[in-house]
């Protein structure tokens, strides 16, 4: 019994330090936390106390749109994402960012002119890169993703990702021996790639 | 009786031109250019021997986010017993938005399209030659659809309402499609539920008519192989049908009774496109008591830039 009582006094001092702990916690570290649990609404209303014209809001705007792309409100994300770049028209993070809940749309042409802007203004940026890369795929642009896919290699040349696209590029183009090649590569760079394994093994 | 022989089907194929805002990036907006032809006899006819369709399409899309077509064609059909060769105008301007809402993952398009047609059948009394009461009409059409995401599953509810010399023609269309073999084949149905006929040109008020159109999808790194065969096939009846995807416009009097299609696509570069297609269409002269026969080709090329 006295084993009991002790330990239900430590359970709430437990929880008393956890809330107190919490109370405490900047809304950021709230919100960082609530993400990792999963819980991208609540991770959202966490930011609710930051200004929208302080130091931070930028940088607010922008999780926001994160966390709206993640509970799947792609409409709020990009409406979040457009507002980071009126704010900041310099704003790589914001132009790269956008690109995702196109993807998730399937707005593939949207993707695509989003990834060429934030390449404007950065080129060889390996994500901007990337991306326009899987949004021509999408739009079964072959000649372009194997475009992009080439600057891939070119400037990330230990990159096996880079590799895949520009191998689905030149499979999908026909040319099984550059395709061949360019599997091959992936291969070096990341053994256990069954993409490539497959398509080697098919096309010996 | 014999003004019913003047009125046409009419082939209208989309064309497209625009002057739009400033864009954030010279991609955003992609342009088609289609010239199309259409070639057809009629077969068991009173009334008509040959069929001949020249047109033009223009198209322009902003992302994906909407865009506008604009087309014209001339139709000439020869005619039988001395009558009067039928010359029309068809005239068609589309536009759509295109919306992505997240309770409804997929893409909803609003639609709304106008066809204009003229002839020379205008003579406005049965008692003279080339009359037809269906020789003029400003056709306007409207379609709400909806894609999913993964481009799976389709459906749409179009209405159309054609106003002709004394009635008023009114057409509903729900359509549903759906891909099935990994995506490589497609099944669409359209029903076409019209009203508002007249009962001396049509035999009845009001038709329904069901059209299948099932499509194969290739994958050939070769130019010669299609990239798509689509096999079309309508039954029960129809008069005055639109149809929202070939943006045709029927102002033929006589009874539709089905068709059979067949239509290959191939993708001869990743700018050009070329679409032929064949098939029957059935009809029914129905005050002569005479079913005839279209047969006709199609065929556009499609530049995209």
Redesign the interface.
Known sequence: MKHLSLLAALTVALMLSTTVARADASPWANSYQLEAAGKYADALAALDSIPLNGPDAEFKTLRSAWLYYLQGSYNESIREYRLAIERNSQSLDARLGIILPYFAQKRWREAEQSARTALDFSPNNYIGLLRLTIAQEAEHDWKGMEKSATTLTTVYPSDATAYVYLARAQAWLGNSSQAAAAYSAVLVRYPSDLEAKTYLSKNK | MKHSRSCIKTLLFGLGFIALPTL??A??W?FTATPNTTQGTYSSSQQRSTFADYGIGISADY???GGIQVSYSNTLIGETSGLTNINQNNYMVSGHLNF???AL?G?VTVRLDDYVIDNNYQNTSIQQPNYDPTSRSNVVATQISWLN?D?TLYADLGYANSPYQGFTVQQYTPTFGFAFDQAYDWLQLRGYMISGLQASTAGKTSTNALETKWTHFFVS??AWVPSSVTVGITLGEQDYAVNMDAQQVANLADLSQGADTIGLNWNLS?STKLFVLGGQSRFRYVAGANDYQLNFGYAGLTYAW
């Open positions: 954030a990036h991609d955003a992609s992302l994906d986010q992505h809402p997240d993952p893409q995401n481009k790194q070769s990743k």
